[in-house]
């Protein structure tokens, strides 16, 4: 028996308390495994199931939905029964590799619907097609995002801490497949419990004792800037959406940097700066008729940085250097709120004209990514990413679960765009491609001589032409990147990635996107 528990087993740190069933790689044959009450097996036929075809076809006589929608089925095998998960069809016009991980999403569930604690996860070869070429780990993803509990769940019941008392898995390379489905979900646990979580929960300061519990020990540092007047000076665009909620200390806004550090010599540098709203209530352009339910989400561009550089320190890349900011701010509304018509002084030097104090996520992300623009001049190989549940224009536009990438000139001549999304595809972390135009740097441009650039229009993004493309416009000019173009004296590859449709439903659990597409984009040598 090839078993082995780490990474995903029980463990509490203070204030973030890590829960979920353990993941054991096994070898072929492990179905007559007394430890395991049941299998759930993935397949694309019931006719590819050997042992089991037999019973499957069976109950398929019996059940007519069942060879398409599987169930419970009784076996002759130790285990007692077997949950069948039926893949679907691969061969459609429109079929990609998510079936793997909603098979197996759906397949625990009903596993653990019918009682069984110790599933064993039965997958079988991969198809030879390239698309599909990381079903089984697609697979085990789906059926780790089953299984996960909610952090306040956790916390406050921790009887419930566990859906299941462990996880088995029994398929080709098994234990490479385990051992990156660990490193994955490490990750997306950490997306999910920051993004989730409700406002109260995860505070700006307590987001930073989270991070701090999960990095402790680790190969990733810490840094945190919560003073005041350092705010105020160098990140002046933040300190003006954070100039309420400060006026409350559990709300006081925190910018907080995570670096890492591979060993060797370094070839590659790499900026994240993620949004985190932790409550987003529009400001004084309060959001109304109903609306502001759910912008405890509005942190999940954060979530998903602090999720990657997670994934990071579990793979610990060689010859990589790793940067990510999650600018943590509540946009809150009260007597010391900033309005509309003020006129801010960026780092960059860019003079901004408040237009609609909703339009709180860029100015949040703006001076952080000037920050790190400044680094990026002096570094090796450099590249720089925003990440934020933006705008509903970009949900309007893709819907879930997809998020839109969007790329300056030096990234468009790399085609970052095109290689992200190529690597969503083969996870099931899916891109849409948009591109920034002449028109999105006109529609930012200031409208009067007081103002060099206009924040935001008045009207809901949902309702303005290029809704999703003109913030990154406004990211661009407010950091000075657009010095750093394809005239610039230093071109700086840049790419927004606009996450409002992939966050995950609400109500619901968040996804962690994009987490595994930067992974299989960033850091390819360990799939």
């Known amino acids: 028996m090839l078993s082995s528990v780490q990474s995903l087993r029980m463990a509490t740190t203070t204030g973030a308390r890590w829960a979920t069933c353990a993941i054991e790689a096994c070898k072929a044959g492990a179905e007559s495994d007394s430890r395991f009450d049941g299998v759930v097996l993935v397949s694309d036929s019931m006719n590819n199931t050997s042992s089991h075809a037999e019973h499957l076809l069976q109950q398929s006589k019996v059940d007519a939905a069942f060879e398409d929608e599987g ?218 008729g109903g609306i502001m339910a759910g912008m405890h989400r509005d942190k999940c561009g954060s979530a998903a940085v602090a999720a990657f550089m997670k994934v990071v320190d579990e793979l610990k890349p060689v010859n990589v250097e790793v940067v990510g900011a999650m600018a943590m701010v509540r946009n809150s509304v009260g007597s010391n709120a900033y309005v509309s018509d003020e006129i801010i002084t960026s780092r960059a030097g860019v003079r901004v004209r408040v237009g609609n104090t909703d339009a709180e996520g860029r100015m949040a992300m703006a001076d952080v990514l000037c920050k790190l623009k400044e680094e990026a001049v002096k570094a090796i190989n450099p590249q720089l990413m925003t990440i934020a549940t933006l705008t509903g224009h970009a949900y309007l536009v893709v819907g879930e679960p997809y998020s839109i990438i969007m790329d300056n000139g030096p990234a468009a001549r790399q085609q970052v765009s095109q290689k992200v999304q190529e690597a969503g595809s083969l996870l099931g972390d899916m891109f849409e491609i948009s591109t920034i135009r002449r028109e999105d740097y006109a529609f930012v441009k200031g409208k009067s001589e007081y103002e060099d650039i206009l924040q935001c229009n008045n009207l809901p993004s949902s309702r303005t032409p290029r809704g999703h493309q003109s913030p990154a416009a406004f990211l661009i000019m407010v950091s000075g990147l657009n010095k750093h173009g394809i005239d610039g004296a230093v071109p700086l590859p840049y790419s927004h990635l606009d996450i409002a449709g992939s966050s995950g439903p609400f109500p619901g659990i968040p996804s962690s996107a994009p987490v595994l597409a930067l992974a299989r984009y960033y850091l390819p040598q360990f799939f």
Request: with cysteine.
């Open 71 to 288: 169930g419970v089925v009784a076996t002759s095998h130790p285990t007692g029964r077997t949950v069948y998960a039926p893949i679907g069809a691969l061969n459609k016009d429109f079929s990609d590799v998510r079936s793997y991980g909603d098979a197996a999403e759906k397949g625990v569930k009903r596993a653990l619907s019918a009682g069984i604690k110790r599933p064993l996860l039965s997958l079988l070869p991969v198809s030879n097609n390239p698309l599909y070429k990381h079903g089984n780990l697609v697979s085990v993803l789906g059926a780790l995002q089953a299984l996960y509990v909610p952090l306040e769940v956790r916390e406050a019941i921790p009887e419930k801490a566990n859906k299941a008392e462990m996880l088995g898995l029994d398929c080709p390379a098994v234990e490479s497949v385990r051992k990156l489905a660990l490193a994955l979900e490490n990750g997306r646990i950490a997306g999910r419990d920051i993004g989730g979580s409700d406002p109260e929960r995860m505070t700006a300061p307590r987001v930073e004792q989270y991070v701090r519990d999960l990095f402790q020990g680790s190969s990733v540092s810490v840094e945190v800037i919560s003073d005041i007047k350092t705010i105020e000076k160098e990140y002046p665009l933040f300190a003006a959406v954070n100039r309420c909620a400060n006026d409350v200390d559990r709300h006081a806004g925190r910018v907080i940097y995570l670096r890492y550090k591979g060993s060797g010599p370094i070839e590659k540098t790499i900026y994240l700066v993620g949004k985190g709203v932790t409550y987003d209530t529009g400001g004084c352009d309060i959001k109304a």
